[in-house]
């Protein structure tokens, strides 16, 4: 591929950058320990330069992510485009992927906060109804903060 192709692809501005990492709906955490990768997809939001997630405290990504905190993080937003000729058929997209530092949030107020950016992503509207309170139930419930330091996007070509 030659670098003005590649130029092309590139997502320059980081407004839209982050705008892929806001409307996407699924995202997927990279993680390696003992030399092995581990990719495993999950419901995340995003917001000033940090992705939180939730999960289970035990478990293959928090034991990879206690080993090795550096992560990468991939979303993508596609679009098929079909076409009656099998090899025109096509997909439009928009794709970032993030590496950072992932850290388990065990602040009380940190934590809460993190969840409802959860909440409102996927239950706008719904995010107040999530109190100290109530987070406060789940003992055995992770809260996850990537801390980005590099991302990249890509388009297809216009």
Do not use: Q, W
């Not at 478990?59 to 550096?70: D, E, F, H, V, Y």
């Not at 003992?139 to 590099?150: F, P, Q, S």
């Amino acid at each position: 591929m030659t670098g003005l192709r590649r130029a092309e692809k590139e997502i320059r501005d980081r407004g839209e950058v982050e705008a892929v990492l806001t409307e996407a709906e699924v995202g997927r955490l990279g993680t390696c320990a003992d030399g092995e990768p581990y990719v495993v997809p999950l419901s995340f939001a995003y917001s000033d330069g940090r992705i939180v997630f939730h999960g289970a405290r035990e478990g293959k990504k928090m034991t990879n992510i206690a080993g090795n905190p550096r992560v990468c993080f991939e979303v993508d937003i596609a679009e098929a485009m079909p076409s009656e000729d099998p090899c025109g058929y096509s997909f439009r997209y928009r794709s970032v992927i993030a590496n950072g530092e992932a850290e388990v949030i065990e602040d009380h107020e940190r934590r809460v906060e993190a969840l409802r950016l959860l909440v409102e992503k996927y239950a706008p509207g719904k995010g107040e109804a999530l109190t100290e309170e109530r987070v406060g139930r789940f003992k055995n419930l992770a809260v996850v903060e990537i801390t980005i330091d590099e991302m990249v996007g890509k388009r297809s070509p216009a």
